[in-house]
């Protein structure tokens, strides 16, 4: 009996056997340098005798890009979720290769120019990152903006922040190590990725490098993806994020100090100028103190993933009943000092107030909040922790994109 004709099947994509080296380029209707940049890379990798291949992660381009991409010797990724990151994470799931190098699509980045990158990861790098300062920056390249203040500001404040050498935290060329990869979990999903990859490499330890760059004008028709402000934000909003030291525990130091600064004024000071600063003081030390208590949430949730030393030792000591302890005799404290304050104040007549009862009410009130922030936050730490040993202290990812490869099992 003869069998129905199969509809054709589009061509099948030959990936070799063992695949060294994956180029991975997500791409959003970029149709007239897709195919430039495709050729370049595939070039490189036949010069460097490198068996590789080249992963267009297409996110939802309407403009024939796939096509183009397809036509040149691509593998095309289909990555429904909008953005730089999504785009990124589909393609480098889908790619075989040992190593992975990403890139751009618009023809900023010259794909021809991959020997430096291999090297390094033969080396042993685990991540070898670009440098457009160090290898070049063509007339039109890059904004004054971006050029003067968004990239050093952002990769002064990453290197600050994490300690890490990275003198261009942002060059969207950069090739990595895909098993070392695979230990950074990265998940976020518009540009803020770059920052995120450099960021968990380097609280992993992980082996990086920089290797001049150059970058050139873009081919596109259109404006770029990249929105300076809102971009800018979002990375500087991941690092704040990614570090609770410089979030909250410098700032809660600061807040001391300068409350500690208001109590001594208080007390050199004549009556009504100490007065005054005594009230300053009080919201310093209690925005100070609710600022520690975050540092230690956000640090008791980093720490089976390894926060550092000190706060290791520091939390370990904590114990819900000690805290419990010191905030109630706190805000008992406060009360009786705010209650004798009252007693005196009331003996004296509204035209002569009594500024040393006064200064006790400030200071039993101050104190009444700090027990009732420590009581309640300790309660809060001990609900973070009962969730962390039941199991339940870590939401599960949701999926990062939806992932289409074409032609992917036929090549596997």
């Not at 990769?155 to 990275?166: A, D, E, K």
């Not at 304050?341 to 009862?357: E, F, N, R």
């Amino acid at each position: 009996m003869p069998q129905p004709e199969c509809p054709p099947a589009e061509p099948p994509v030959r990936i070799p056997l063992a695949v060294d080296a994956s180029v991975v380029m997500p791409c959003l209707n970029e149709a007239l340098t897709v195919g430039r940049c495709v050729d370049k890379a595939l070039g490189a990798l036949a010069r460097l005798g490198v068996a590789g291949e080249v992963v267009v992660a297409d996110n939802m381009s309407t403009d024939g890009s796939p096509e183009i991409a397809r036509a040149h010797g691509a593998r095309v990724v289909r990555v429904a979720r909008l953005g730089y990151g999504s785009a990124l994470l589909g393609g480098i799931a889908a790619a075989q290769g040992r190593f992975v190098i990403i890139g751009d699509a618009d023809a900023s980045y010259d794909f021809s120019a991959l020997d430096p990158f291999i090297e390094r990861l033969k080396a042993g790098d685990d991540l070898v990152i670009g440098n457009r300062f160090r290898g070049g920056i063509r007339p039109g390249a890059m904004p004054w903006l971006h050029r003067y203040v968004g990239n050093p500001v952002l990769s002064g404040i990453l290197n600050l922040f994490f300690r890490t050498p990275v003198g261009d935290a942002h060059c969207g060329l950069r090739a990595f190590r895909k098993d070392s990869y695979a230990r950074l979990g990265l998940n976020t999903t518009g540009m803020e990725f770059a920052s995120e990859m450099v960021v968990k490499a380097a609280l992993l330890g992980l082996r990086m490098s920089e290797v001049p760059t150059v970058l050139y004008p873009d081919g596109r028709d259109r404006p770029p993806h990249l929105r300076s402000f809102r971009d800018g934000w979002r990375h500087l909003r991941f690092l704040l994020l990614m570090s609770p030291r410089w979030l909250f525990l410098i700032p809660a130091v600061c807040l001391f100090l300068l409350a500690v600064g208001g109590v001594l004024c208080s007390a050199l000071a004549g009556p009504t100028l100490g007065l005054h600063a005594l009230l300053l003081a009080g919201p310093c030390l209690v925005g100070g103190h609710q600022a520690f208590w975050l540092w230690a949430f956000a640090q008791d949730k980093n720490r089976p993933a390894g926060a550092a030393g000190h706060a290791r030792c520091c939390l370990n000591r904590y114990s819900l009943e000690g805290a419990l302890v010191l905030g109630t005799a706190a805000f008992l404290a406060g009360l009786v000092t705010t209650a004798w304050s009252l007693a005196v104040g009331s003996g004296a007549g509204p035209a002569s107030p009594d500024v040393a009862s006064l200064r006790c009410a400030v200071c039993g009130a101050g104190l009444m909040l700090l027990g009732l922030q420590t009581v309640f936050n300790a309660f809060f730490l001990g609900v973070l922790r009962l969730g962390a040993a039941a199991g339940g202290g870590v939401l599960p990812l949701q999926p990062a994109q939806s992932v289409r490869a074409e032609g992917y099992a036929t090549a596997r």
